[in-house]
């Protein structure tokens, strides 16, 4: 296949499985040699779950006595690095005094092996040797030296032949890179009652993942401080008492879906409101040829949300959102208009709820984490 789709990204074809087969006899051949005539039993590490399938071809290739052992570590999600390594699994098998062959699918930042040659230092192993199937030498920065290399690539995010992206994709006999000219954009509501923190956090992340981000409220302000037909329409409902009806907002959304260039995607803010214009929204974005991304959703209890308004209104001198009475009647809007959404968006996948309790660092940290995994 020329093109893989693997949820919100398309991956094209990168290395044929004919090359990758070529690449691992050399390295085989080159294993062979400073084994030959070898008396002790080494340990071929598995490195899993990305050498699942550079592993077992490389063993058949292998023509002295071997033990297979594995090991599992993860440091990235989605397609980037999170720069810490987790250790998920340990050795399957003592490598005190014994010379390991470590077999990873990839190396690129090289974290993974400095943990992994520190874990064999820790446990004695009597010598170490890293083979990989494919090396990113602009992404290498460490002192680890790598005894067999397959393949040299340039410093692109692939998948296939036992790499994945957020654990798909690894089955395909070919490697795929990310296609650069994927011009698929990602469009996220985020969700949750008063006092949230949604503004916050709607900015963190659109700051982070260079999304525009479209707060109905704001939106409104600027078509009618710009004087645009909209906003003409906008205000003179507003100045004679009315609230801007839906058809209204929903222009204005998809003028901002037409125009805004250079992001990655849209965050809806305060938009929308109930199943109606949920629906509405799936419509307006299957008529561009996309769909909903996610719904991220800050959930905090009735109590929080008052207490967080009332102290909001006590900084910001509004002391009508002081008031207990404006506030349930707040409350018991959302919980009537609002969260029947919550159950529209689980049938569909699309919700993904955090806790809004902690630090406005602890609860962004929770945001972040669930995003990177789109």
């Not at 503004?199 to 993942?209: D, N, P, S, V």
């Amino acid at each position: 296949m020329e093109k893989i789709r693997l949820f919100d990204k398309t991956f094209k074809l990168f290395i044929p499985n004919a090359e990758i087969e070529k690449a691992i006899d050399e390295v085989a051949a080159k294993i062979n040699k400073d084994n030959e005539g070898c008396s002790d039993i080494p340990v071929i590490l598995c490195v899993l779950n990305g050498s699942m399938m550079f592993t077992p071809a490389l063993m058949k290739r292998l023509n002295f006595t071997c033990e297979l052992a594995s090991i599992k570590l993860s440091s990235y999600e989605g397609t980037t690095t999170t720069g810490k390594v987790q250790e998920l699994m340990g050795f399957t098998t003592p490598v005190a005094g014994r010379r390991v062959i470590v077999v990873e699918d990839i190396v690129d930042t090289g974290n993974t092996i400095v943990t992994l040659a520190e874990k064999l230092k820790e446990h004695k192993a009597r010598e170490v040797k890293i083979c990989t199937l494919l090396f990113k030498p602009e992404a290498y920065s460490k002192d680890v030296k790598l005894d067999y290399v397959g393949l040299s690539i340039p410093n692109a995010f692939i998948v296939g032949y036992g790499l994945d992206y957020n654990e798909v994709g690894r089955n395909f006999e070919d490697i795929y890179v990310l296609d650069k000219e994927d011009t698929s954009m990602k469009f996220y509501v985020i969700f949750g009652p008063p006092g949230a923190g949604k503004g916050t956090h709607a900015t963190a992340m659109a700051e982070r993942y260079n999304l525009h981000h479209i707060s109905t409220g704001e939106l409104l302000r600027k078509e009618i401080a710009a004087g645009t037909e909209l906003g003409r329409q906008a205000k003179a409902l507003i100045e004679d008492g009315r609230l801007v009806p839906d058809d209204v907002v929903i222009r204005m959304i998809g003028q901002e879906f037409k125009t805004v260039k250079g992001v990655n995607g849209f965050l809806l803010d305060g938009f929308p409101r109930t199943i109606e214009q949920a629906q509405v929204l799936d419509d307006m974005l299957a008529k561009i040829g996309a769909q909903l991304t996610a719904v991220v959703s800050i959930m905090i209890p009735d109590d929080v949300v008052v207490e967080r308004i009332r102290y909001r209104a006590t900084v910001e001198g509004r002391a009508d959102d002081a008031s207990v009475e404006i506030i349930q009647h707040r409350i018991d809007t959302y919980h009537q208009q609002t969260e029947p959404e919550i159950g529209f968006y689980k049938e569909k996948g699309k919700y993904h709820e955090v806790s809004g309790i902690g630090t406005i660092e602890e609860v962004r940290d929770r945001i972040f984490k669930l995003v990177d995994t789109f």
